[in-house]
């Protein structure tokens, strides 16, 4: 098995070398070996385990349910029922979240299609933003919808 840097490892696994340094931090990534200087030798195991947390992060897997999902893979014997119990959750928790960026989609149509041009002073869009009331629907605070950039 070829050993490599943590460069190089960033480069294969299309993954920043702050993002594997904060997986060891976190466990998820195991010790790499050490060169006689110190320096981080990692295999392909280390390739295919940052492929695997990455795809599972793009999918918007939690940190805690991809750390069950690796240590269920060490236990291939095993039913895959669980597995599929936090994939089932993971589907549920995508869905309510495009049930609520759906509700703030038509929140902010509304908000738009009340707008007649004119003035800031009678803009409608500024109005309905300054008082939550004129809302047809309930979305204050996170129970809203993801912060803008979180991943889906």
Do not use: N, W
Request: hydrophobic share 35%.
């Amino acid at each position: 098995m070829k050993q490599m840097t943590i460069g190089r490892l960033s480069k294969a696994a299309g993954v920043k070398v702050t993002t594997i340094r904060y997986y060891e931090s976190i466990d998820l990534m195991g010790e790499p070996e050490r060169s006689t200087s110190g320096q981080r030798l990692y295999g392909d195991e280390a390739v295919q385990r940052l492929s695997f947390i990455r795809h599972a992060r793009d999918l918007g897997f939690p940190i805690d349910s991809i750390r069950e999902l690796i240590k269920l893979q060490h236990q291939p014997g095993e039913d895959c029922a669980h597995v599929d119990v936090i994939a089932r959750r993971q589907l549920a928790d995508v869905r309510q979240k495009l049930s609520q960026l759906e509700a703030l989609e038509a929140e902010l149509k509304r908000m738009v299609s009340a707008c007649e041009g004119g003035s800031i002073a009678t803009c409608k869009v500024l109005e309905s933003l300054g008082d939550h009331e004129q809302c047809l629907d309930s979305h204050d605070g996170a129970a809203a919808a993801p912060k803008l950039g979180a991943r889906l």
